[in-house]
């Protein structure tokens, strides 16, 4: 079995979430202990931390810190509706940049606002605009001593009248690909991790691990069995770049109760 087919196996186990928790705050270091590291999220939607109106609707972000351990953090700075021109312009890059630190990462997965050609506060070219956009992401990390990680945009959930699963992102996750050569970051192609994982579950079983529910059916957020498939996809890929090793996760291949996922009543201010 490749490692590639391994890891899209595994993400389909297991399909429940330990307890959420809150976007991490970055942490001191104790006196004679390394200081512990934080990744960062920068994203969309599909990521970001969801609230008691909006359950079951569980970004994958949500599930990421349960697959680490303790001393790897998880600051979710995804948020719905962004694009990479959108998280800049409101701030939100500059707000990770204000506390990131050597050592820490940055995760940028943006894509499905980019696409939005009719809404010129967020849409982005995908081979000029975004691209630019991406490359500001890389160099301000660095510049900081942060390592940047480069994640093509998870799959829509769309087939064809035959059941095959149907690519939604256009150009922007080759053109993303393209930054990660040119520039030497670190990839993590969920994109087609996660479009082998929909096809492998096939139409149907596919609606269980998307926000479908009696007054909505949503193929592009994700309930909590999708969000913690997505989230192993993305740890199993940290650890198959070699951005994170074995000692920084747990629970890759455990089934963990849904009960332990929770949604916050509403964002702290």
């Known amino acids: 079995m490749t490692v590639a087919r391994r ?19 970055h942490a001191a ?11 960062f999220i920068a994203g969309d939607s599909t990521a970001a931390q969801k609230y ?49 630190r050597p050592g820490d990462l940055l995760l940028i997965q943006f894509a499905h606002n980019d696409q939005k050609d009719t809404d010129p506060t967020r849409y982005t070219e995908p081979w000029s605009t975004y691209q630019d956009n991406l490359r500001r992401y890389v160099s301000e990390a660095r510049e900081r001593g942060a390592r940047p990680v480069l994640a093509t ?16 992102l256009g150009d922007y996750p080759a053109a993303m690909r393209e930054v990660a050569r040119d520039e030497g970051v670190d990839l993590l192609d969920i994109q087609e991790l996660s479009l082998a994982l929909w096809q492998k579950l096939g139409p149907e079983t596919t609606k269980t691990y998307f926000n479908w529910t009696p007054a909505e ?29 074995p000692r920084d996760t747990r629970r890759i291949d455990e089934e963990i109760p849904t ?3 929770t949604w916050p009543d509403s964002e702290e201010s």
């Open 7 to 25: 890891r899209i196996l595994t993400a389909g186990a297991g399909l429940a979430l330990a307890p959420v928790l809150a976007p991490a705050a």
């Open 29 to 39: 270091p104790s006196r004679g202990k390394p200081r512990m590291r934080t990744l």
């Open 52 to 100: 008691a109106d909006a359950a079951p609707e569980t970004g994958w972000g949500m599930a990421l810190p349960f697959f680490l351990h303790h001393d790897v953090a998880v600051a979710n700075h995804a948020i719905n509706g962004r694009s990479t021109k959108s998280f800049i312009d409101e701030g939100r890059l500059d707000a990770i940049l204000e506390v990131i």
């Open 153 to 168: 945009s998870v799959e829509r959930r769309r087939f064809d009248a035959d059941g095959t699963a149907l690519r939604t």
């Open 217 to 245: 059916q949503d193929n592009t957020h994700f309930n909590p069995p999708g969000a913690i498939a997505v989230a192993r996809l993305v740890t199993a890929e940290l650890l198959h770049t070699r951005v994170l090793a």
């Open 259 to 261: 009960e332990w996922v």
